[in-house]
């Protein structure tokens, strides 16, 4: 090789090797550089807004949390669906019973439930039930016609909370041949009212009939009915 050849390969050694040689820069400097360049708001035009990233971070624990759960389910995933699926049910099972529980504490047997009207306002009341076939509505205030035309004539002693059998067996030793059909009535009047059966036409025509056979009805005056001692 010739001398000229022989430098012409050395200087292609010098720069194949000055380019392997990296250009170092002081650590601080270069963090900040770094920090400049990316500051630019051209790489953060599409980031999520706060909410959105909000919400990425929560759907992400959410995430975690379902994964560790069905990790620690037997069965994995179906495991845990199936344990959430039970623990829904118990929970609507508990509502419907604590609703059950809740109705039938607050539920009053009281013959009257709201405020006091007349036995006449009863009996009009019961017509209009009546003349639209709401039988049950219908024996309801006909039934309470009857108690409160006792109580206007003295002949039963108001009772606030008073419930239809008790305003009944006073009635009856009012009237001790009319007792039975008070007894029966009363237990009519709570069938509709608490035990959800529908009441009949045939069952109001007989309160009717009642209703107007206490009116004329002469009353046993051994002492009022249903006061106290």
Not at 25 to 45: F, G, K, N
Not at 160 to 185: I, K, S, Y
Request: proline share 6%.
């Amino acid at each position: 090789m010739t001398t000229g050849g022989k430098a012409a390969a050395l200087g292609r050694l010098l720069a194949r090797a000055g380019d392997d040689i990296p250009v170092r820069t002081p650590r601080v400097p270069a963090r900040e550089a770094a920090e400049r360049e990316l500051s630019d708001p051209r790489y953060h035009q599409h980031d999520p807004n706060p909410l959105q990233q909000c919400l990425n971070w929560f759907g992400n624990r959410i995430d975690d949390l379902f994964k560790a759960a069905a990790g620690a389910t037997p069965d994995g995933w179906f495991g845990l669906l199936t344990v959430i699926t039970v623990v829904l049910l118990l929970i609507v099972a508990l509502r419907l019973r604590l609703g059950a529980i809740r109705r039938t504490a607050t539920t009053s047997r009281a013959l009257f439930a709201e405020t006091p009207r007349t036995a006449a306002e009863h009996r009009s009341a019961a017509d209009r039930h009546a003349a639209e076939g709401h039988w049950s509505q219908a024996m309801q205030e006909r039934m309470r016609a009857i108690v409160l035309a006792l109580e206007e004539r003295a002949l039963l002693t108001p009772g606030p909370g008073r419930t239809a059998d008790e305003a009944a067996a006073a009635a009856g030793r009012a009237f001790p041949a009319h007792a039975g059909q008070l007894n029966a009535a009363a237990r009519a009047f709570d069938d509709v009212t608490y035990g959800g059966r529908p009441g009949t036409e045939r069952e109001y025509a007989l309160l009717t009939a009642l209703d107007s056979d206490l009116r004329d009805a002469r009353p046993h005056l051994a002492a009022p009915a249903g006061s106290r001692a």
